[in-house]
């Protein structure tokens, strides 16, 4: 199959909200997942499409995506081989949404979709430009945990990600996530990561830009299923992509999120 997306089908005139699925392996999980997410936004009155980026998946990924899609128009797919990497699935859903607002979420729905609600409101009314879920946080309910080491690592792993790439931000790689469209087209052609920590230069990236980002607690349940295990070899290459990332941006000093949401006319 060839390397480049595949072409999605057109669009309505107005949408207002995109969601971005990346996926790999993902059958059953959309299963489950596709339906509570279109039935919270047509309760809450939103144009939306939903958007499942296959990542080079091995299983029906696709052909689940495909027929879901028969039922609900809204539903896209976007769809390339070999595998590259969530950081690549994640950038290309969401340069092609066209939503006003564009959120990105995990196939596992570890942060359900009502959580969004309170990331909308601060984009919508709270004078922010981005919104992101958070486990590190005051009021965040982290219901199941991980594995002690990787508790150890990500602690490890988030301290030096603040120290060498973007303060500010407690946790940088929770997967739920919510911008405008303009902050995403912005932002993602610059994200050069195709792994899992994607999410870290994309902070950077916008606090490099300005723009204001909102910090929220969410609720969080850890899947045992997860599509990106642990293991030495990943955490020393996870390592090296943090420096890496570093090197691309040409981040000497840390660069400082922006935290405080815009003024208002009163």
């Known amino acids: 199959m060839s390397g480049d997306p595949t072409t999605r089908g057109a669009e309505p005139t107005t949408i207002g909200l995109s969601v971005v699925i990346p996926a790999y392996n993902e059958e059953e999980r959309l299963k489950r997942a596709i339906p509570p997410i279109v039935r919270h936004l047509r309760a809450a009155n939103r144009t939306f499409e939903i958007i499942v980026v296959d990542d080079g998946s091995q299983d029906g990924t696709s052909a689940v995506t495909k ?37 990105f979420t995990d196939a596992d729905q570890s942060t359900p979709i009502g959580e969004l609600d309170q990331l909308l409101a601060k984009i919508e009314h709270g004078g922010y430009d981005m919104a992101i879920g958070s486990r590190a946080i005051a009021g965040a309910e982290v219901e ?11 602690k490890l792993f988030g301290g030096a990600s603040r120290l060498l790439t973007v303060r500010g931000i407690a946790d940088t790689q929770c997967g739920f996530k919510c911008m405008t469209r303009e902050v995403a087209q ?23 830009e300005g723009y204001r980002i909102a910090e929220l607690p969410v609720t969080w349940v850890h899947d045992q299923d997860t599509r990106i295990p642990y293991d030495l070899r990943r955490a020393l290459r996870i390592w090296g992509e943090l420096f890496r990332i570093r090197r691309a941006q040409k981040i000497g000093w840390p660069l400082q999120a922006n935290t405080q949401p815009r003024r208002t006319a009163s």
């Open 186 to 208: 912005k932002v993602f052609p610059q994200v050069t990561s195709d792994t899992a920590i994607f999410d870290i230069e994309m902070l950077a990236v916008a606090a490099r």
């Open 67 to 103: 027929k879901l899609a028969e039922s609900l128009p809204g539903l896209q797919l976007i769809s390339y081989r070999p595998n590259r990497g969530k950081g690549s699935a994640v950038r290309a859903g969401m340069l092609a949404a066209v939503g006003d607002l564009v959120l």
């Open 144 to 154: 199941e945990t991980q594995g002690w080491h990787r508790v150890l690592a990500a």
